[in-house]
């Protein structure tokens, strides 16, 4: 995971930059919420997990058949997505 955390803090010494100013209008809650949230997404991109998020995937996927009202989680969401477009 070290390519990964490595992405992570690139991404947010850019993000935070005072010529970009993308994240100026979050307060510390929302900041360290956001942080959290992209951190994880940029981490699922390691293979090392990737059985991990392939059982998780089967598990949604088993509970939506018995209930077409599940939602997957919005987190686990996008890091499917990211990992996805990470693969291909």
Excluded at 10 to 37: K, P, T
Excluded at 49 to 60: A, D, V
Excluded at 74 to 82: I, N, P, S, Y
Aim: glycine share 4%.
């Amino acid at each position: 995971a070290l390519l990964e955390k490595h992405h992570a803090l690139c991404a947010f010494e850019f993000m935070c930059a005072r010529d970009v100013g993308i994240l100026e209008g979050l307060s510390s809650a929302q900041y360290y919420q956001f942080r959290s949230s992209v951190s994880k997404i940029i981490l699922a991109t390691d293979m090392k997990r990737h059985g991990e998020y392939f059982e998780q995937l089967q598990e949604f996927a088993t509970r939506r058949a018995q209930d077409p009202a599940v939602e997957m989680d919005k987190q686990l969401a996008m890091e499917l997505m990211v990992k996805c477009a990470d693969i291909s």
